[in-house]
């Protein structure tokens, strides 16, 4: 059972826009910054956004993230069959004295 | 380039031990804080370990904690895992990450390696 609680998948047809939850408590999200991972199949984990809603250089501006209390949300826009891969949210959970995961959640693009 | 480059997994025996390795090149290694991330087959993504810069700072899971420990050798641009007492629950892909250079935080896993298996099995 991960601290983090993201939907097990979300899927949603090529061009249209999804959103993946992530819910988490005070002593992490809500007092913490948020990252995004993208995980393709077989390859590392790749960040797509940290300190909440910022994109490292060479992610396109269609991935998004947001933050409200104690939950986190990634947007993507635009969706390609590209796309379809796991999504992970993290961040630091103070009461633990450790960083988190959530569970994941895989992305199908119809 | 930014590198970060694995080694030391392989099959070991409940029980047993192993120590990996991460090398690090391309950025200033002791600079940045480093950490451990594992994957269990099929199985989504679990932090196992951090290292302040200057291993001033170290965090583990409660999973490993008090089995594993981490270490860096800023003068080798290497950061280490040893693993003791090794359970079958322990097999997974074995990853170091970086944070990313302008993160306000620890957390923002920007260089990844290619990570490194670890099977625990009789």
């Known amino acids: 059972q991960s601290v983090l609680t993201q939907p097990p998948s979300v899927s949603a047809a090529p061009g249209q826009k999804v959103t993946i939850s992530c819910s988490g408590s005070?002593?992490?999200?809500?007092?913490?910054?948020v990252s995004w991972f993208q995980q393709l199949p077989g390859t590392a984990p790749k960040l797509l956004i940290y300190?909440?809603?910022k994109r490292p250089s060479g992610i396109p501006e269609r991935f998004s993230g947001s933050k409200s209390g104690t939950s986190a949300t990634l947007g993507i826009t635009g969706l390609q069959t590209g796309d379809e891969a796991d999504y992970y949210c993290?961040?630091?959970?103070?009461?633990?004295?450790?960083?988190?995961f959530g569970g994941g959640t895989k992305l199908t693009v119809l | 380039e930014v590198q970060l480059v694995e080694s030391g997994g392989g099959l070991v025996e409940p029980g047993g031990s192993l120590r990996l390795s991460c090398a690090a090149s391309?950025?200033?290694?002791?600079?940045?804080?480093m950490n451990w991330v594992r994957q269990a087959p099929g199985k989504g993504l679990e932090w196992v370990s951090s290292?302040?810069?200057?291993?001033?700072?170290?965090y583990y899971a409660d999973s490993v904690k008090g089995r594993f420990t981490i270490s860096r050798d800023n003068a080798k641009n290497s950061l280490y895992l040893q693993m003791n007492t090794l359970r079958a629950e322990d097999t997974a892909v074995y990853y170091c990450?970086?944070?990313?250079?302008?993160?306000?935080?620890?957390?923002?896993?920007?260089?990844w390696g290619q990570g490194t298996m670890v099977t625990v099995s009789s």
């Open positions: 300190d909440n809603n």
């Open positions: 290292i302040s810069s200057s291993s001033t700072y170290i």
């Open positions: 391309g950025f200033t290694f002791s600079s940045f804080s």
């Open positions: 990450a970086r944070p990313h250079i302008s993160a306000a935080t620890g957390d923002a896993f920007h260089i």
């Open positions: 993290g961040t630091w959970d103070g009461s633990l004295s450790g960083r988190v």
């Open positions: 005070s002593s992490n999200i809500g007092n913490n910054y």
